[in-house]
């Protein structure tokens, strides 16, 4: 089955940092677009991240860049988001999904801003 | 930056009504729309790609269309399990993706 997992959600406080991790298994990984999209409580969906199947291309929501980056490494068929500076309103379930039509998606992993 | 202006906010509707969620782009996406449904405390399912798109496995009550800057999500008679969340989302751009507010279908 195809499937997308997420980790490396948590607690941190404010000017913190964390590194998301997202795990693809029983698909070929390297001929997707990847994306991280978020959903703060209560919220509606935020797309924040976007990288092409070779990496060399990545695009962000005004919001994070500097402060996030986007990265792959095909052959481990994993997605990463490393995240500092952060902030309260980073507070979200964070995900990750495939292709521009985002036809696969992970569980989530929830991140926590605060102090 | 394209913005999505999805409507309406929330809908009540009862069992077996046709309903229609629209969705307007800023600025012509050609037919690089697609909707999701979420439950609560789930991820997103992707129903429709490229404006009409029915992905596999969803069912045949549901159908999209527009193109440009008009889209349409309808259901054209509504199940139990459709009381969910809807949104649209632009892809035309990769440069930036965008969701609109969301849709929240609940039982009248």
């Known amino acids: 089955e195809e499937q997308l997992v997420e980790s490396g959600g948590g607690l941190v406080q404010p000017g913190g940092s964390l590194r998301l991790s997202c795990a693809a298994s029983?698909?070929?990984?390297?001929?997707?677009?990847l994306t991280w999209v978020r959903q703060a409580p209560g919220k509606g969906l935020e797309w924040v991240a976007n990288i092409i199947q070779d990496g060399s291309e990545k695009y962000y929501v005004d919001s994070v860049k500097g402060r996030f980056t986007i990265s792959r490494d095909n052959a481990k068929k994993s997605l990463y988001l490393q995240m500092n500076s952060l902030r309260v309103e980073d507070t979200a379930v964070y995900y990750c999904?495939?292709?521009?039509?985002?036809?696969?998606w992970g569980q989530g992993t929830l991140v926590t801003v605060s102090s | 930056d394209i913005q999505m202006t999805q409507s309406p906010s929330s809908l009540s509707a009862s069992v077996g009504d046709r309903v229609t969620i629209t969705c307007r782009a800023s600025q012509s996406i050609n037919k690089y729309l697609n909707w999701y449904q979420q439950k609560p405390g789930k991820a997103p399912n992707l129903l429709i790609s490229g404006a009409s798109n029915l992905q596999s496995g969803v069912p045949s009550r549901f159908s999209g269309s527009g193109s440009g800057t008009d889209f349409s999500l309808t259901i054209s008679s509504l199940q139990p399990e459709d009381f969910a969340t809807y949104y649209c989302?632009?892809?035309?751009?990769?440069?930036?993706?965008?969701f609109g507010q969301g849709t929240k279908l609940e039982i009248k």
């Open positions: 989302q632009q892809t035309y751009s990769v440069r930036m993706y965008t």
């Open positions: 029983e698909f070929t990984f390297n001929i997707y677009w």
């Open positions: 999904a495939r292709n521009r039509t985002l036809d696969l």
